[in-house]
């Protein structure tokens, strides 16, 4: 090929190339050990001295034309890369950020920041007391000596650790363990809150083998069953909404006398045991289907009624209460003649519940760790 179409060539190869690498394809292909102009050089010898001192020079050019524009081209592309480069990995400090996922402190741990601080509205100061703890705390100082039937129904963890004088260490079944310590701890007046995890050998669908309770304790001259309820009305208007209200049934503990279970009044039909339902055959008071004409208990003519699927009754359990036991102000240091008190023990994963008009089919799920549950809160 005539040297002039060789460089045309090569120019034009050159010109079209876009990537560093590629040209130095090029290169090779051009000027490497084979290369169509090294394999020029290797005619010389053929030719006499004068034609090769021409031919010789002509290729000297070519080559040294050749290796320039390689140059060049390839000083450009280095250019345009960095400048790829560059914009790339520019960082505009104006663009929206990438937003890192947030998670959320667990429905039971907001529940207990709520209680405390309603609590601590008037005066009851948190306090903690051990999770594992002895016999004499759990039970016994609690009017519930060894051996008595009514611990039972507590279905503890017994641990295989004794003390001569305090038994055997349990996992707490309750937070009422808490109220001879605090007895202990310091002298009356006493307001306090106990919210900690309990332990119970239960696991079903409305029990979780460990749980929360909170539990409240006064002690003070002349305190009655009348502040009692005040107290948890306080409690259920802070907590539930102002148009909920407390009912107190008797009940038995052996801590407390009197006792009673705490009823909050339902969200979800206002107290009434029933809601509106339009789709649903109508109901008497006793929740029986009637005929014709339907009953009006929330007002408007012809309102079709069904019983309220979360409490059935208009009421929901709560948990237990009670005047301190004399043998309870006994056991910690107190004279009952002296002192009264109130205490009262609730399960904090059935509160929020209660609060949220959750109706979940299974309380296991809480703690089953299932994020797209646990997100909606
Ligand atoms: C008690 O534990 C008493 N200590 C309460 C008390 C305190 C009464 C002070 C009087 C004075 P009870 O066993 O009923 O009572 O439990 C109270 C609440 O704890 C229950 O209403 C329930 O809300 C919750 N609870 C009990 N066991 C479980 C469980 N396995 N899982 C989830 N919640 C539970």
């Known amino acids: 090929m005539e040297l002039s179409k060789l460089k045309d060539k090569a120019l034009r190869d ?16 051009y000027l490497g050990r084979k290369g169509e102009v090294t394999k020029l050089f290797t005619t010389l010898p053929k030719l006499n001295e004068e034609e090769r001192k021409i031919r010789g020079q002509e290729l000297n050019v070519l080559k040294r034309e050749i290796e320039k524009v390689l140059l060049a ?27 890192p996922s947030l998670g959320h402190l667990h429905i039971t741990s907001q529940a207990i920041e709520e209680i405390s601080r309603i ?24 009017n519930m000596p060894k051996g008595h039937p009514a611990r039972d129904e507590w279905e503890t963890f017994f641990m295989p650790w004794e003390h001569p004088r305090l038994g055997r260490m349990v996992l707490t079944p309750h937070t009422s363990n808490g109220q001879v310590r605090e007895m202990e701890r310091r002298k009356p007046p006493i307001r306090m809150t106990n919210i900690a995890k309990c332990y119970r050998r239960q696991s079903d669908i409305s029990h979780v083998p460990m749980f929360h309770q909170f539990e409240g304790l006064l002690v003070d001259r002349a305190v009655s069953v009348a502040n009692l309820k005040g107290t948890l009305d306080y409690f259920a208007c802070a907590f539930f909404g102002p148009d909920r209200k407390i009912r107190l049934r008797p009940f038995h503990f052996r801590f407390t006398e009197p006792s009673f279970e705490v009823d909050v009044s339902c969200g979800v039909c206002g107290g009434t045991g029933f809601v509106f339902n339009p789709s649903q055959p109508p109901l008497n008071l006793r ?11 929330r007002g408007g003519v012809g309102e079709l009624q069904e019983r309220c699927r979360l409490c059935k009754s208009g009421w929901l359990e709560l948990g237990g209460a009670g005047m301190v036991h004399p043998n309870v102000l006994k056991a910690g240091g107190l004279d009952p003649k002296e002192w009264r008190g109130f205490a009262f023990g609730w399960g904090v994963e059935r509160t929020y519940m209660m609060k949220a008009g959750l109706r979940i089919d299974d309380i296991r799920v809480l703690y089953s760790n299932d994020l797209s549950f646990l997100e909606q809160f």
């Not at 050159?14 to 090029?26: C, F, G, N, Q």
């Not at 890369?81 to 929206?96: I, N, Q, R, S, Y």
């Not at 609590?119 to 609690?142: C, H, K, M, T």
């Open 14 to 29: 050159i010109a079209k190339i876009d990537s560093v690498e590629r040209l130095e394809a090029l290169r090779i292909h």
């Open 287 to 297: 929740g029986e289907e009637q005929s014709e004409p339907p009953l009006r208990l």
């Open 119 to 142: 609590f601590a509205q008037i005066g009851f100061n948190r306090v903690r007391y051990p999770e594992i703890d002895w016999d004499y705390y759990a039970f016994e100082s609690l």
């Open 73 to 99: 081209r390839g000083k450009t592309l280095e250019h345009e890369k960095l400048g790829t480069l560059v914009k790339a990995e520019k960082l505009d400090v104006t663009l929206p950020g990438a937003r």
